[in-house]
């Protein structure tokens, strides 16, 4: 068969779509810093509140560390940098709603990483983006984790 996998126009649209996750970056460190900051100590155990803010915050390192990745393979790819939005930041209503959304925002980085993933012709990228779609999995379930001792707490409570 002769056909060219992955399309230009599949590989035009990963480079968008990898220029769109650097773009967000100073919106998500604030807001994890707003997660970090408001997590209802009041209704968790001492041992609680610090696993919750040990985990939001090795979560952060993680997309911070896969913004640079994606970075690097922007400028190495266009020869160009990408400058980060000045998006303002909305706090959510609750910690519960920040989690729903930090959630959300996972599973459709899954989504979005996939789709960048079918337009790279490079192995090595490929690898790149795999293991940083694989982190995305694990922070959505690090979420729900997150999500359930929170909401049983203030069951209790």
């Known amino acids: 068969s002769n056909y060219n996998y992955p ?19 100073q919106y ?9 900051n ?3 100590t009041d209704i968790l155990t001492q041992q609680q509140s610090k696993s919750i803010r040990d985990t939001i915050t090795s979560i952060r390192d993680d997309e911070l560390s896969h913004n640079k990745m ?22 959510p209503d609750t910690f519960i709603d920040g ?26 990228y490929r690898d790149k983006i795999f293991n940083i779609l694989t982190d995305e999995l694990r ?8 999500y359930t001792t929170v909401l049983t707490a203030s069951k209790k409570s």
């Open 99 to 124: 989690i729903i959304m930090a959630l959300n925002g996972e599973l459709n980085a899954v989504k979005k990483y996939r789709q960048i993933m079918s337009g790279i012709p490079n192995l090595y």
């Open 7 to 25: 399309t230009t126009k599949s590989f035009i649209r990963s480079v968008k779509l990898i220029r769109e996750s650097i773009e967000g970056e």
């Open 38 to 40: 408001n997590i209802p």
């Open 70 to 91: 994606f970075k690097e393979m922007y400028k190495q790819i266009t020869g160009e940098d990408v400058v980060p939005a000045e998006e303002e930041f909305v706090a």
């Open 139 to 146: 922070h959505a379930n690090l979420y729900n984790y997150i």
């Open 28 to 36: 998500d460190a604030l807001f994890y810093e707003w997660l970090i």
